[in-house]
């Protein structure tokens, strides 16, 4: 059966539903009245329909080239939340800017005002390359490499209003760095270039074809090096390589990951080799991943000594229209009206002088920001989840939100525990990479359907960058507290000097593994889509169910099928390790 996707893309180019929405807004056309193909096409354009929103409205998601933002269009998408949405902003895990609770009239006045200061919304969802970013505080750090912001601006125009390359077979990931600090995010990243100095010279390592999502993967390392005016040209092949013999056939193998591991590392050097018009240095070394996370919230004095950076902490990415309007007046009155959106959910305000730190600091507070966090501020993270997003099976800032109030008042200390939630296998909270991970399921039990989390240990930074482990299925969300409390106070118990959380939760659990006898025990789990009763069996459920073609969100797995014993009492793992690496494969 032909991918429904691929035919209605080449039914009418994406590109050209924009006439069509700007007929919907002049109408008010209900979205229960706009073909289905029409509601996709909108996010070549920036809108994601949001059927949970009643009536039926749209969220507005805002590119944010490595991440630099200025007063005034900070201050214009703090206006568009308040006269056109919900009045918040959240801030996403590509540094991005999204506006909830638009409504259909909205959408082409939206694109209007975004464009009169200089910011644009296109191809920021679907089969499209997202946004690209650096490091946020690229251009001001001391000891940085390389400034990659307009290399991140570069990469960016190559693509942006290309037919060509807004038709890939699935999305794309890219991002750079120029320090030699390489977080654990870069080895979840279709494409990432990762400067390093050789023998005077500033080159770019790269990574390749990793993903988070229902089958993660870290990266290949690709062994050559890049120089930074090669780095549109290779970019340019390999979206080249991946249009032209990437897979259209399955939407669930049509990420880069699958077309490397058909035609491996040496296939992708072969065609870059034939393609590109200069060679690629050889390179055989990998990217050592950082010791630690990206501090990003405080004061960062910058490169001029005279100036400082102030990161300000935004619990799990949510501020209101206020927030970041007031954001953008601070920016103007202390600094020189420049900030920065961080893929960690966060936001900075940069070039402030010494001697305004501490008025700045106060009008960020008067706002409800501060540059001072607490560890459960800054080592969380959730998606949006069901509250809006079509296709979440759980809740998750609400449940983050009072999770977190509730181990505060537990007393538990979170030394550098990161703890993040997705609201389903999707991982747009990059939950494998955490130390705790959190994916968000439906369970069937007897007395009901209720929300709950798969809990994943163990990912992230532990000597090398690794997947999270299955520990316990299908956790109620009034469980989670005590659980984390548990598994966070038997690490401070029983780990070795120097052991990592996630260190001392990979030993045991793969200790634990060993000890099984095989895999005879162990049974996929059973879903049941509860809108028709069908049965799926697998690790999760489908993004569709192919009886009654009801959305993943109505699918609740069997408790008796699939209980939520712990993993050392099942042999969930074995399948999960034999497609995910616990380092990147050179």
Known sequence: MANPIETWKSEKHPFEVWHDVESYAETRTPMDQID?????RMKWHGFFYRKRDAPGRYMNRIRVTAGELSAEQAREIAHLAYEYGHGIVDVTTRANLQVQGLEIEHLPKAVARLTQVGLNCKQTGHDNIRN????PFSGLMPGELIDTRQLCHDVTELFIDSREYSDLPRKLNICLNGTESHSAHFWTQDISYLATEVEGDVLFQVLLAGTQGQSPR??????????????VEVTRSILDLFRAK???????????????????????LEWLEHDLPFPLQPCIAAPVPASSHDELIGWFRQGDPKLWTMGLSVPL??????????????????GDGQLRTTHEQGIAVVNIPTGFRDAAATDAAALGLGVQADAFELNTMACTGSQFCNIAVTETKGHMFQLIEKLRKRALKLHGIRIHMSGCPSSCAQHFTADIGLKGVRVRRLIGTREGFDVYLGGGLAGQVHMGLPYKLGVDVDQLPTLIEDVANEYYLKHRSGQTFSAYWREKLHAAEAERVGGDDYRLPVWLCEACECRHTGEDPPVFCPSCAGLRRNFARLEEECGSENVTERVHAAQFHSSTPTQPVS
């Open 218 to 231: 870290l990266a290949w390392h690709l062994p050559v090096l890049v120089r930074p005016e090669q780095v």
């Open 132 to 135: 690209v970013f650096a490091h």
């Open 36 to 40: 289905a193909p029409d509601l996709e």
């Open 246 to 268: 990437g897979s259209r056939k399955k939407r669930n193998r049509a990420r880069l990951r699958y077309l490397v591991e058909a035609i491996g590392i040496g296939g992708v």
């Open 317 to 334: 990415g949510r501020m209101t229209w206020r927030q970041l309007e007031g954001l953008a007046l601070l920016s103007r009155r202390w």
